[in-house]
């Protein structure tokens, strides 16, 4: 494992010559080759080892200078192999690059490689996936959680710095909560999908993993530009946060936060214990905490799955083994050909969530679902802003447990429930930090809570986070 | 078709746009290219891309809604329309299902008899053409430099009652999309294509029967005999006491009959959703004055102009008008000419030139007959140089060598004979030869004149001056 703790500190180390890109590039290599987790789908290895040569010569300007990356394989990567975590793209090099990965090599970031997912995001566990089940670094008898797991992985066994994930239903902020890392989503709008291949599009957000919210920073700085290729992107340009955090000196917590005891009351007893405690401490330290209402939070799981899989059954429609994906050749016809080839191609969860969204979406079904679901996307998002009326950030547990047991079997729906708390945010299309804190009493694994913010306060909340990130720890 | 039914039909016309770029992606339109040449990640549905408006094809869309009389959304939205087919790569088309970007909008239709009918227009809306598929025997191939073509859908209401009327509007929107530059509108070469929506009711009833949709029409021709077929088809239905299912129809050019393509019960179910990639699209008070300001003249905009400034007829001018490039050449001899024959040029434009126009499937743009050429021929005749009979003859010599008339009849000494006293002499050898005819004129068969005018021509290959011979026949026979 590497020496650096974080990306600041290797920041540092390169810029300051005890380290070269290269070295600090063939170590975390080193440890994603070593394979105990099963984190990588592609690894980029001569790819980045190029990279790291091409950073020591021009020398360390930016803070992700010859920083090593992993990227979820959902997002596109020119000429590398960009599989979804799905048999379907088994074999899908994609002919152009994606924003995001062009904007983090752009700033000098050195990608190791391709991790795993759950196919096409649809998932909480990290199991869903032909590429097996990831593995919970700290204690293998564990999940990681999903269904960005392998993102968090690889920065938690060290081959990655940080690595990016993507959140449409808490798929970052769970298994950072799940691993004791620090996860990011952003405001919705805040950066590019161009370039990510898409689950749910109204919910989609590209979401990075680190260590602190100093990282998340230099990561958000990086990743922000404007991108006239996505419609959907505020063109508000990047964000400077980094150096805020850095040449801040108000240590001060002066922020109301806004807390829905119900949502604690309905968490595990180690999990409600530990978030108990980091309330409790952080009053000590000066925030205040104010009662507030979510009242139609509790319909967020129900929205979710109909809006969520609507779009997916939408967005999954060019991977019919004519254009894209595997394509199985006994087919009768045309018809008969899409049938085998998405049958095969696709796991037993996004064929779920394909059937179900298929569904919603029917003619006679949609307005009782898909129509009704949207109205009630509105009231959630409403909740919200009542609450924005009376305080800075609103605070939440991220999961009612901590990371989920290889051998718990749940079914559908109780894996659901597991993002109960994570989903309104995105349904609300806000920014929200999952902070890692304290261990759970029953298991040692890592506890934690999320720190919600409005639309477009992202940097805001970055750096509050990191207040709350730094007098917590 | 017996007339116990009366037909109802409405369209949906689909015309590509003549962007320099695709509707979400810098491709440039080149949908006869090399195949799969002009296609990109987005076009090609690459996982992981996403569309971006083309500014250009909305403001083409609110042109052709203004110039339809249409109400603008300010805000209008883009729907996915979702089904699978090799030549639509994302799966969905992107179109305009709840809120179009124009809606309740009419043309006014001017039948020969110069009777006025209103045609309603529902909405027009923004979408995108597919790819091409070709089939051939064990295998189908896909074209994709078409997919991703900005495309409006006009859809009307369900106004018509005859496939004349189908077609005259047809026309209209076409020289419309023309003048305004906005689409190449040929049907032929599938930058526009025509869905017919059909029904009959008995005679005098309110209640609409139930109608078939016949698509992808690529002819007028093909639109006229697919309705007539559709008419015939569902009336000896109706005769029989048979119902007529709500079915897809394709038209078979070969065989003049449609074919079912679906029925509606197992109707294809579009899924539609609205397009989470692209935001609203919003239009603006401002955007809507500046285009209309900057609105080209419109096809009933010149044909009142030509009616007020060279005092044609009605009639004249809706035929000139119908085609840009024809008003363009009338217009232009029209101010090359000196007098005031706008009438006589009219009348050549109308007839010569349009029958060797069509006859050659030519472009009036490009021909060796230019209006400066007509203009001069025009002249010819009026200044009584030559006369209509010669200048018909050499219309067709102009037409293909592009020669000019004033060299052709210099060359051939076509000039008309004015001269009386030559031609009285010739006059007088006719009376002579034809006692029988000078007796029928005399007792007033006015119409043997012509005969006499005839037998002049004849004798002067067509010289002698119509009007002097008539006048010195009247007077030598002192009518």
Not at chain 1, 202 to 210: G, K, R, T, Y
Request: hydrophobic letters at 35%; aromatic letters at 8%.
């Amino acid at each position: 494992m590497s020496e650096f703790k974080n990306i600041y500190d290797a920041h540092l180390a390169l810029k300051n010559k005890k380290i070269s890109a290269k070295e600090l590039c063939v170590e975390h290599i080193k440890v994603a080759k070593e394979n105990k987790n099963n984190t990588f789908i592609t690894l980029t290895e001569d790819f980045a080892l190029e990279k790291a040569k091409k950073i020591d010569e021009k020398g360390i300007n930016n803070h992700l200078d010859g920083i090593p990356f992993s990227l979820k394989d959902l997002f596109i990567t020119k000429n590398i192999r960009t599989t979804a975590g799905s048999k379907m793209l088994y074999n899908y090099i994609p002919p152009y690059e994606g924003t995001t990965s062009d904007n983090l090599q752009d700033a000098g970031a050195v990608l190791i490689g391709k991790v795993g997912c759950d196919e096409f995001g649809m998932g909480s566990s990290n199991e869903n996936t032909p590429f097996g089940p990831v593995n919970l670094p700290i204690n293998n008898d564990y999940l990681p959680g999903g269904s960005s797991g392998a993102s968090a992985v690889s920065v938690l066994e060290g081959s990655s710095l940080f690595s990016m994930g993507t959140d449409t239903g808490g798929s970052v902020r769970l298994p950072a909560n799940f691993c004791g890392l620090v996860g990011y989503k952003p405001t919705y709008g805040r950066v590019s999908r161009y370039g990510q291949i898409a689950y749910a599009s109204s919910l989609d957000q590209a979401s990075p993993f680190a260590k602190t919210p100093l990282d998340i920073a230099m990561i958000m700085d990086s990743i922000t530009k404007n991108d006239e290729k996505d419609s959907t992107q505020a063109p508000i340009g990047a964000m400077n946060s980094a150096s805020k955090i850095l040449n801040n000196t108000d240590k001060d917590l002066k922020m109301t936060i806004g807390i829905d005891r119900s949502m604690i009351e309905g968490c595990r007893e180690d999990v409600r214990d530990s978030l108990n405690q980091s309330i409790k401490e952080l009053e000590k330290k000066g925030v205040k905490f104010k009662d507030i209402s979510l009242p139609h939070l509790k319909y967020s799981v129900a929205v979710y799955y109909v809006i969520a899989t609507s779009e997916a059954s939408s967005n999954l429609a060019r991977f019919d083994g004519v254009h894209f994906g595997y394509s199985s050749k006994n087919g009768k016809d045309l018809e008969d050909s899409y049938a085998l080839s998405r049958s095969i191609g696709f796991h037993e969860e996004v064929k779920r969530r394909v059937l179900l969204g298929t569904f919603c979406l029917s003619s006679g079904y949609s307005d009782e679902y898909y129509s009704h679901a949207c109205k009630v996307r509105k009231l959630i998002y409403d909740d919200f802003q009542k609450a924005f009326k009376e305080c800075d950030y609103v605070y939440s547990p991220v999961c009612a447990t901590t990371a989920f047991r290889k051998d718990e079997i749940l079914t559908p729906l109780q894996m659901y429930m597991n993002d109960l708390y994570t989903i309104p945010v995105n349904l609300a299309g806000l920014p929200s930090m999952a902070i890692p804190y304290g261990k759970s009493s029953l298991n040692s694994l890592p506890t934690g809570f999320q720190l919600i913010g409005n639309s477009f306060k992202d940097e805001e909340l970055i750096l509050d986070g990191h207040k709350v990130f730094e007098v917590l720890k | 078709m017996s007339n116990k039914y009366e037909t109802v039909i409405g369209i949906e016309i689909h015309a590509q746009l003549n962007t320099k770029t695709k509707a979400w992606c810098n491709c440039e339109l080149k949908i006869n290219g090399f195949e799969n040449h002009y296609v990109c990640e987005v076009c090609s549905a690459q996982p992981g891309t996403l569309p971006v408006v083309n500014k250009q094809a909305v403001e083409y869309a609110l042109m052709l809604g203004l110039a339809t009389d249409c109400n603008i959304n300010k805000t209008s939205f883009y729907d996915r329309k979702n089904y699978f087919y090799p030549d639509l790569p994302k799966g969905y088309q992107i179109t305009q299902f709840h809120t179009p970007i124009c809606k309740d909008g009419s043309l006014d239709l001017i039948d020969e008899n110069g009777v006025t009918k209103k045609i309603r227009i529902e909405r027009i809306q923004l979408e995108e053409d597919t790819g091409k598929s070709t089939h051939y025997n064990d295998y189908s191939l896909v074209n994709l430099n078409r997919a991703g073509t900005p495309l409006v859908e006009i859809v009307t209401m369900p106004d018509f009652k005859t496939a004349k009327e189908v077609t005259n509007f047809l026309k209209k929107i076409q020289s419309i999309l023309v003048y305004l530059d906005v689409s190449k509108g040929n049907l032929q070469d599938g930058n526009m294509r025509c869905d017919v929506n059909l029904s009959l009711m008995p005679k005098g009833s309110n209640t609409f029967g139930t109608r078939t949709e016949v698509k992808n029409l690529n002819s007028f021709r093909s639109v006229e005999r697919a309705i007539a077929h559709e008419q015939s088809r569902q009336a000896q239905l109706l005769d029989k006491g048979e119902e007529v299912l709500q079915q897809t129809l394709l038209f078979d050019v070969d065989t003049g009959a449609t074919r079912v393509l679906r029925t509606k019960s197992d109707a294809d179910d579009y899924r539609y959703i609205p397009e989470p990639d692209l935001l609203a699209l919003s239009v603006t008070e401002e955007n809507i004055r500046k285009l209309k300001d900057n609105l080209p003249e419109l096809p009933t905009d010149k044909v009142n102009r030509f009616v007020k400034d060279f005092k044609i007829p009605k009639y004249d001018a809706e035929v000139i008008c119908s085609e840009k490039k024809l008003a363009n050449y009338f217009e232009e001899a029209c101010s090359l000419h000196s007098g005031n024959a706008y009438k006589k040029i009219s009348n050549w434009v109308m007839v010569e030139l349009l029958k060797l126009v069509n006859e050659a499937k030519a472009d009036v743009e490009t021909i060796k007959l230019t209006p400066k050429h007509l203009v001069e021929l025009v002249e010819l005749i009026e200044s009584g140089k030559i006369s209509g009979k010669i200048a018909k003859e050499i219309f067709v010599e102009v037409y293909d060598t592009g020669n000019y008339p004033s060299a052709i009849v210099k060359e051939k000494g076509l000039e008309q004979n004015s001269d009386s006293s030559e031609i009285e002499e010739i006059v007088k050898e006719i009376i002579k030869a034809h006692p029988k005819e000078v007796e029928e004129l005399k007792s007033g068969r006015d119409r043997v004149m012509g005969f006499f005018v005839g037998q002049v021509m004849k004798k002067t290959q067509g010289k002698a001056n119509p009007k002097i011979t008539s006048d010195l026949v009247t007077k030598l026979l002192d009518l």
